[in-house]
């Protein structure tokens, strides 16, 4: 790996994570005060749109911002060309969907949601306009920028979505706390990308990126059946308020992967992508990524399920009650899910797209059966069956990777072995505390389950000798010793 490239991937994992971490807390904060003051029918309206919009705006977008990341050496043609072909299909797809809204409201008896998809629908031109110079900074491995418009972005989605749901505006503040700070955040990175974007179609262009892009629109389609199809079911078959139950169970277990584990797995796929040639650097930037993502996620995950029922009735009250039991099971499939993200990143980055987009298609369709055969046993059954699909897209994709880049099954263990079972450490001394101390539900207890949790993980963490643990436990010395430094200096007269 050149050291120009890992350089890049060490700086942009530093403002990646630095600057997401505290913000996340921040979002998990709002997150919970906006569901205490809004119904689970008001996100399960919202779910219904959403499900419309984004499987829509999946196809304003045929893989070509994917080819373009990927891709070793791209012109201004190519530019170009994508952003034209882009803002046609999203236009028309603005229109019909508009148009449509009726016909897909009432095929999920939610009446409400109509106006909705109206709205929404207009995310396709503003996605585009978004999404383009995005890429074209993450091709550059240029995360500074981007994590500083992120966390901006979604700071403000957050105060906008909570202020609008305290004045009352019910499921729309959830709608416009989305497009305002889109639109103002598209504004920034047209300008931020230095030279305009033009209005210029080359065919040939888009000919040399189809061969990626293609597989890259499949992928994109699979991703929207496996992200939604079991949202899809419940709200066709079960009704609004269990789907915003299910909805809300879902996007808080997935909350540490998406924050964090997308994170480094963006990073890590622009490296990925620009040193596919080299089987030693992509091992050691996948093993990397690996015992850093288990680190941080594992004891996430494990924590969420030991403490989920003082968690939902402290923090969201007694109406999420019917979300504790899912939410449980979905903890099981976040610990695959957070792996699975890096897996993708290095399967698509390696230029493995077409074998990984089988694989993911299988592990697809395996869901979709299962959530149709158990729907009538209710959310519980559906998040049972998204545990077995995470683990089955876990072990097909492994299996990919690990024939391509020869890769050793006893080297993933090593490598998250010892977040495993420090997390699991941590889940038994929870277990005990709840049994024998901190039963009651409260929100003191809640504290003291969480503030014990967290400290035994850190100190096995910081404690125990392994080599592996100080790919994770460097940097954090690194920076301790930094701050140390500099509150020295500042005290030295």
Known sequence: MTENIGGKTRNSLYWSLSLKIPYEFFRFATSIIVARILE???FGIVSIA???????????????????VQRKEITEKHINSVFTFDLIVSVFMTVIVFL?????AAFFNSPESK?????????FILTTLHDLPYILLRRNINFKVISIVDMTRDVAMSIITLGLAYLGFKYWSIVWGHLIPLFFAMLYLLHKVGSPLRLSYHHASIKELSNFSIWSFIQLQVYFLSS?????????????????????????SQMPSESLGDKVNTVLFSSFSRTQDSKEDIKNLFNKGLMILSALNFPIYFGLYAVAQHFVIVLLGEKWSQMIVPFQIMAFAGVFASINGLLSALAVGAGYFKSYTLRFAASTCVFFIGSIFVVNNGIEAIAAVMVLYTFILFFLTYTLVKNAFELKWWSFIMCV???????????????????FFFGSI????????????????????????????NTVRG?????LHKVLSKIKEMRTP
């Open 50 to 68: 959403t499900m419309a919009i984004y499987y829509s705006n999946s196809f304003t977008n045929f893989g070509f911002n994917q080819a373009l």
């Open 417 to 435: 072995s010892p977040a495993f079972f420090e997390s699991a450490i941590m889940v038994i001394d929870i277990e005990l505390c709840k049994l």
């Open 40 to 42: 689970p029918k008001d």
């Open 228 to 252: 939604r199809i079991d949202r899809i079911i419940i709200g066709k078959f079960i009704n609004p308020t269990m789907l915003g139950v299910y909805e809300k169970s879902k996007s808080l």
């Open 100 to 104: 449509l809204s009726g016909h897909i």
């Open 475 to 479: 940097p954090i010395y690194r920076d």
């Open 442 to 469: 409260n929100i003191f207890n809640l504290f003291a389950l969480v503030s014990i949790g967290g400290f035994i993980y850190i100190a096995i963490m910081m404690i125990i000798p392994s080599s592996n643990l």
């Open 115 to 123: 106006n909705v998809i109206r709205v929404l629908s207009f995310v």
